[in-house]
């Protein structure tokens, strides 16, 4: 009996400084997520979600007399993006994500970093750069892909047998 429960406080006492890490990883992950304003995502992302929503609609041509109605969808709407995409609904997941792919030593870095005066440069700047980055992106796309819709034409042609239109079927 007794040399179970050295076992058990064995075991306990080892994962403990185990658990202890991990507990200072995730907060550290927390951290670094507040900082770098990465629990406004959800919040960015329900915007986004919104202004498509709105465009849909006005893409509908809904008549005033409809209006009503477009505001229960609306609701509905709203209520969905509320429960479903709150950040506390998702935090957590986050939190893995950062402690998956960032040692705790990484991230007391990262935290210092931006904390920083550049870092605290860097966060704020960050989605400026990331949306002229997409213009930039989105304009290279617009000459990409028409000669990637020539090349796959290409190949369609060259690996999926014709039709011969002239040879009838014979019943």
């Not at 000669?147 to 190949?155: A, I, P, Q």
């Amino acid at each position: 009996m007794i040399k179970k429960i050295i076992f058990s406080l064995c075991i306990i006492l080892t994962c403990s400084p185990a658990y202890s890490g991990e507990k200072e990883h995730r907060a550290l992950a927390r951290e670094l997520i507040k900082i770098t304003d990465g629990d406004t995502v959800m919040e960015k992302m329900k915007d986004q979600l919104s202004m498509v929503f709105e465009q849909l609609t006005l893409q509908m041509n809904i008549q005033q007399a409809d209006k009503p109605k477009l505001d229960k969808f609306t609701a509905r709407f709203q209520a969905i993006l509320k429960d479903d995409m709150a950040w506390d609904k998702i935090e957590n997941q986050y939190i893995d994500l950062y402690t998956t792919v960032f040692t705790e030593e990484d991230i007391k870095g990262l935290v210092g970093f931006y904390n920083s005066e550049l870092g605290k440069k860097v966060t704020e700047k960050m989605p400026e750069l990331m949306q002229q980055s997409m213009v930039v992106a989105r304009e290279h796309m617009q000459t990409v892909v028409p000669k990637l819709e020539e090349l796959t034409e290409e190949m369609r042609k060259e690996f999926v047998p014709q039709e011969d239109n002239a040879v009838e079927p014979t019943p």
